[in-house]
């Protein structure tokens, strides 16, 4: 994925980048991070940062900054493995990236907000085969589960519930 003058490139190990202006004269970096990429359909660019699943939890990158794992704070790596992170889709909209994930108990649907380098999360119950975000008419489009037909993220008329829960 790019972002601004530098493209990165994750790995089954640690990730790289390459910076510059002309495909000549770009240089190469292995970041001493060792995050793998768990999903290849997770990569996704959006407001600067380029992220991606990996076996810890949602990494971000961006440049001029390091590295980071935006989702430790709300999950372990063990309660992130159990969202099974090699099965993730990521799709950017609206100022949030959109995780979509099919777990061993069925699947699992976060927000994930960033603000400078901050990750705020929400979850839901919608599940994603295939995502396309337009430009043009500022829409997140998917395919849902089971259903053959595309569906227009937040475009029906039926409010959702939800549960919010917090720490104590």
Known sequence: AASGNELYVMTNGF??????????????AKLPYPQACSSRRSIVASQGWVSFASPDGMCGMRPGAALSVLTEGYYSRREWQDLVPSSMLFAAHDEAIHVFSATSG???????????????????????????????????????????????????????????????
């Open 15 to 28: 990730p790289y980048v390459l910076s510059g202006s002309h495909p000549e004269t770009m240089t190469m």
């Open 106 to 168: 069925g699947t699992v649907s976060l927000i994930v907000e960033l603000r400078d380098g901050i990750a705020a999360i929400t979850t839901n119950d919608e599940n994603a085969k295939a995502c396309f975000t337009d430009v043009v008419d500022d829409a997140l489009y998917y395919v849902k589960g089971s259903v053959t037909t595309i569906q227009k993220w937040q475009g029906g008329t039926t409010n959702k519930t939800f549960k919010w829960r917090s720490k104590r």
